[in-house]
Protein backbone atom coordinates (compact mmCIF):
# COMPACT_ATOMS: atom_id res chain seq x y z
CA UNK A 1 0.00 0.00 0.00
CA UNK A 2 1.45 3.78 -1.02
CA UNK A 3 0.47 4.77 2.71
CA UNK A 4 3.34 2.86 4.04
CA UNK A 5 5.72 4.86 1.15
CA UNK A 6 4.74 7.56 2.48
CA UNK A 7 7.44 8.52 4.39
CA UNK A 8 9.66 8.13 1.21
CA UNK A 9 8.28 10.60 -0.64
CA UNK A 10 10.42 13.77 1.06
CA UNK A 11 13.59 12.42 0.34
CA UNK A 12 12.75 11.14 -3.13
CA UNK A 13 11.63 14.24 -3.94
CA UNK A 14 14.75 15.93 -2.64
CA UNK A 15 16.90 13.33 -4.87
CA UNK A 16 14.76 14.26 -7.86
CA UNK A 17 15.51 17.95 -7.93
CA UNK A 18 18.57 17.41 -7.48
CA UNK A 19 18.91 14.96 -9.85
CA UNK A 20 17.39 17.73 -12.46
CA UNK A 21 19.75 20.45 -10.93
CA UNK A 22 22.94 17.66 -12.00
CA UNK A 23 21.17 17.32 -15.34
CA UNK A 24 21.14 20.84 -15.89
CA UNK A 25 24.49 21.33 -15.20
CA UNK A 26 26.39 18.45 -16.72
CA UNK A 27 23.41 17.02 -19.20
CA UNK A 28 21.10 19.56 -20.66
CA UNK A 29 20.40 18.09 -23.83
CA UNK A 30 18.49 15.11 -21.83
CA UNK A 31 16.00 17.85 -20.17
CA UNK A 32 15.86 19.86 -23.05
CA UNK A 33 14.53 16.50 -25.10
CA UNK A 34 11.90 15.94 -22.32
CA UNK A 35 11.03 19.23 -22.06
CA UNK A 36 10.13 18.65 -25.72
CA UNK A 37 8.34 15.74 -25.32
CA UNK A 38 6.21 17.18 -22.64
CA UNK A 39 5.56 20.27 -24.85
CA UNK A 40 4.06 18.06 -27.35
CA UNK A 41 2.04 15.62 -24.78
CA UNK A 42 0.51 19.22 -23.49
CA UNK A 43 -0.42 20.22 -26.91
CA UNK A 44 -1.79 16.93 -27.91
CA UNK A 45 -3.84 17.10 -24.63
CA UNK A 46 -5.54 20.36 -25.54
CA UNK A 47 -5.98 19.76 -29.30
CA UNK A 48 -7.46 16.29 -27.60
CA UNK A 49 -9.97 18.06 -25.36
CA UNK A 50 -10.89 20.76 -28.13
CA UNK A 51 -11.69 17.88 -30.31
CA UNK A 52 -13.84 16.40 -27.64
CA UNK A 53 -15.61 19.94 -26.66
CA UNK A 54 -16.58 20.39 -30.12
CA UNK A 55 -18.55 16.83 -30.35
CA UNK A 56 -16.17 15.82 -33.09
CA UNK A 57 -15.44 12.25 -31.69
CA UNK A 58 -18.51 10.06 -33.15
CA UNK A 59 -20.60 8.48 -30.59
CA UNK A 60 -20.35 5.05 -32.65
CA UNK A 61 -16.72 4.54 -31.28
CA UNK A 62 -17.63 3.73 -27.98
CA UNK A 63 -21.42 3.19 -27.88
CA UNK A 64 -21.08 -0.31 -28.21
CA UNK A 65 -20.13 -2.92 -26.00
CA UNK A 66 -21.20 -4.23 -22.60
CA UNK A 67 -20.08 -0.63 -20.77
CA UNK A 68 -21.80 0.88 -24.00
CA UNK A 69 -24.03 2.89 -21.71
CA UNK A 70 -21.01 4.36 -19.49
CA UNK A 71 -18.88 5.00 -21.94
CA UNK A 72 -21.42 6.96 -23.87
CA UNK A 73 -22.25 9.40 -20.71
CA UNK A 74 -18.21 9.88 -20.74
CA UNK A 75 -18.01 10.79 -23.78
CA UNK A 76 -21.25 12.79 -23.65
CA UNK A 77 -19.85 14.57 -20.38
CA UNK A 78 -16.32 15.53 -21.65
CA UNK A 79 -18.58 17.33 -24.92
CA UNK A 80 -20.76 19.11 -22.94
CA UNK A 81 -19.94 19.21 -19.29
CA UNK A 82 -20.59 22.56 -17.39
CA UNK A 83 -16.78 24.34 -17.40
CA UNK A 84 -16.44 27.85 -15.32
CA UNK A 85 -13.65 30.28 -15.52
CA UNK A 86 -11.37 28.49 -13.69
CA UNK A 87 -11.71 25.29 -15.80
CA UNK A 88 -11.16 27.10 -18.87
CA UNK A 89 -8.20 28.47 -17.96
CA UNK A 90 -6.73 24.74 -16.28
CA UNK A 91 -7.67 23.28 -19.64
CA UNK A 92 -5.58 25.64 -21.92
CA UNK A 93 -2.37 25.86 -19.37
CA UNK A 94 -0.63 23.30 -20.88
CA UNK A 95 -0.42 25.42 -24.09
CA UNK A 96 0.92 28.34 -21.68
CA UNK A 97 3.84 26.02 -19.92
CA UNK A 98 4.75 25.04 -23.43
CA UNK A 99 5.19 27.80 -24.59
CA UNK A 100 7.39 29.41 -21.85
CA UNK A 101 9.30 25.76 -22.36
CA UNK A 102 10.23 26.59 -25.98
CA UNK A 103 10.55 30.14 -25.33
CA UNK A 104 13.69 29.52 -22.04
CA UNK A 105 14.82 26.15 -22.96
CA UNK A 106 18.19 27.62 -24.52
CA UNK A 107 18.22 29.51 -20.69
CA UNK A 108 19.94 27.11 -18.15
CA UNK A 109 18.34 28.93 -15.02
CA UNK A 110 15.08 28.82 -16.98
CA UNK A 111 15.36 25.10 -17.93
CA UNK A 112 14.28 23.07 -15.12
CA UNK A 113 11.38 25.24 -13.66
CA UNK A 114 10.32 25.22 -17.13
CA UNK A 115 10.08 21.77 -17.85
CA UNK A 116 8.68 21.20 -14.25
CA UNK A 117 5.60 23.72 -14.78
CA UNK A 118 4.92 21.04 -18.02
CA UNK A 119 4.43 18.24 -15.81
CA UNK A 120 2.30 20.67 -13.43
CA UNK A 121 0.45 21.81 -16.01
CA UNK A 122 -0.55 18.49 -17.45
CA UNK A 123 -1.81 17.10 -13.78
CA UNK A 124 -3.77 20.19 -13.48
CA UNK A 125 -5.43 19.82 -17.08
CA UNK A 126 -6.18 16.06 -16.23
CA UNK A 127 -6.66 16.39 -12.36
CA UNK A 128 -8.87 19.48 -12.41
CA UNK A 129 -11.02 19.44 -15.79
CA UNK A 130 -10.75 16.13 -17.34
CA UNK A 131 -10.75 13.66 -14.80
CA UNK A 132 -13.81 15.21 -12.49
CA UNK A 133 -15.95 15.53 -16.09
CA UNK A 134 -15.43 11.72 -16.60
CA UNK A 135 -15.12 10.39 -12.87
CA UNK A 136 -18.90 12.49 -12.28
CA UNK A 137 -20.38 10.12 -14.23
CA UNK A 138 -19.70 7.48 -12.33
CA UNK A 139 -21.25 9.01 -9.04
CA UNK A 140 -24.40 6.94 -7.73
CA UNK A 141 -25.50 10.98 -6.25
CA UNK A 142 -28.25 11.75 -9.35
CA UNK A 143 -29.38 8.77 -8.39
CA UNK A 144 -29.62 9.37 -4.76
CA UNK A 145 -31.26 12.71 -5.72
CA UNK A 146 -33.87 10.73 -7.63
CA UNK A 147 -34.90 8.66 -4.98
CA UNK A 148 -34.91 11.83 -2.39
CA UNK A 149 -37.37 13.69 -4.41
CA UNK A 150 -39.75 10.39 -4.65
CA UNK A 151 -38.68 9.06 -1.42
CA UNK A 152 -38.68 12.55 0.75
CA UNK A 153 -38.51 11.00 4.16
CA UNK A 154 -39.06 7.07 5.59
CA UNK A 155 -37.03 4.07 4.91
CA UNK A 156 -35.82 2.44 1.43
CA UNK A 157 -35.15 -0.56 1.11
CA UNK A 158 -32.10 -2.42 -0.53
CA UNK A 159 -32.67 -6.21 -1.65
CA UNK A 160 -29.37 -8.43 -2.87
CA UNK A 161 -28.88 -11.83 -3.68
CA UNK A 162 -24.59 -11.30 -3.04
CA UNK A 163 -25.04 -11.42 0.56
CA UNK A 164 -23.49 -13.54 3.49
CA UNK A 165 -25.38 -14.48 7.12
CA UNK A 166 -24.53 -11.83 9.00
CA UNK A 167 -23.72 -9.03 6.33
CA UNK A 168 -26.34 -7.39 4.73
CA UNK A 169 -24.83 -5.42 2.26
CA UNK A 170 -26.93 -2.39 0.66
CA UNK A 171 -25.96 0.84 -1.70
CA UNK A 172 -23.57 2.59 0.44
CA UNK A 173 -23.01 5.47 -1.50
CA UNK A 174 -26.92 6.09 -2.08
CA UNK A 175 -27.42 5.15 1.25
CA UNK A 176 -24.85 8.27 2.47
CA UNK A 177 -26.44 10.81 0.10
CA UNK A 178 -29.57 9.71 1.80
CA UNK A 179 -28.98 9.95 5.18
CA UNK A 180 -28.66 6.71 6.09
CA UNK A 181 -31.63 6.08 5.47
CA UNK A 182 -31.75 2.59 2.94
CA UNK A 183 -31.82 -0.72 5.00
CA UNK A 184 -31.35 -4.18 4.20
CA UNK A 185 -35.36 -5.72 2.72
CA UNK A 186 -35.12 -8.44 4.89
CA UNK A 187 -34.39 -6.86 8.47
CA UNK A 188 -37.71 -5.43 8.12
CA UNK A 189 -40.22 -7.19 5.68
CA UNK A 190 -42.06 -4.12 5.07
CA UNK A 191 -45.96 -4.59 4.06
CA UNK A 192 -44.94 -1.97 1.17
CA UNK A 193 -42.04 0.72 0.38
CA UNK A 194 -39.47 1.37 -2.59
CA UNK A 195 -36.45 -1.10 -3.31
CA UNK A 196 -33.52 -1.10 -4.51
CA UNK A 197 -32.20 -3.62 -6.61
CA UNK A 198 -29.05 -4.61 -8.86
CA UNK A 199 -28.82 -6.45 -12.09
CA UNK A 200 -31.49 -9.06 -12.11
CA UNK A 201 -31.90 -9.37 -8.29
CA UNK A 202 -35.68 -8.24 -8.86
CA UNK A 203 -36.18 -11.65 -10.27
CA UNK A 204 -34.66 -13.41 -7.21
CA UNK A 205 -37.30 -11.27 -5.29
CA UNK A 206 -40.23 -11.98 -7.28
CA UNK A 207 -39.65 -16.10 -6.78
CA UNK A 208 -38.53 -15.30 -3.16
CA UNK A 209 -41.13 -13.06 -2.03
CA UNK A 210 -44.54 -14.08 -4.66
CA UNK A 211 -46.70 -12.53 -2.28
CA UNK A 212 -46.02 -9.15 -3.37
CA UNK A 213 -46.21 -7.10 -5.97
CA UNK A 214 -43.39 -5.14 -7.65
CA UNK A 215 -43.14 -2.40 -9.97
CA UNK A 216 -40.72 -0.89 -11.55
CA UNK A 217 -40.30 3.04 -10.65
CA UNK A 218 -36.97 3.58 -12.27
CA UNK A 219 -34.54 1.50 -14.65
CA UNK A 220 -31.27 4.34 -13.62
CA UNK A 221 -29.38 2.57 -16.37
CA UNK A 222 -26.56 2.97 -14.27
CA UNK A 223 -23.97 1.06 -12.76
CA UNK A 224 -23.48 1.50 -8.73
CA UNK A 225 -20.59 3.18 -8.07
CA UNK A 226 -20.48 0.60 -5.03
CA UNK A 227 -20.23 -2.78 -7.15
CA UNK A 228 -20.59 -1.94 -11.10
CA UNK A 229 -24.16 -3.16 -10.59
CA UNK A 230 -27.02 -1.94 -12.72
CA UNK A 231 -29.28 0.11 -10.54
CA UNK A 232 -33.13 -0.46 -10.18
CA UNK A 233 -35.91 1.37 -8.28
Aim: positive net charge.
Amino acid sequence: RSVYLLPVYPFVAYYVAVLFLWLRDHRAGLVRGFGHLLGVLCVLLVVAFAVLRLGLVPESIVGHGSHADQNLAMLRALAAGPLGALEWAGAVLPLAAAAWFWKVRKMPQCLVWATVAEVVAVFVTLDAVVLPLVLNTKSDKPQAEFVRRTVPEGLVYSFRTDVVPGNPLHPFTINYYLGDRVVPFTAFMPRSGYLLTGDNDIEAFRQRYPDYRVRLVADFNHRSCDDRRMLYF
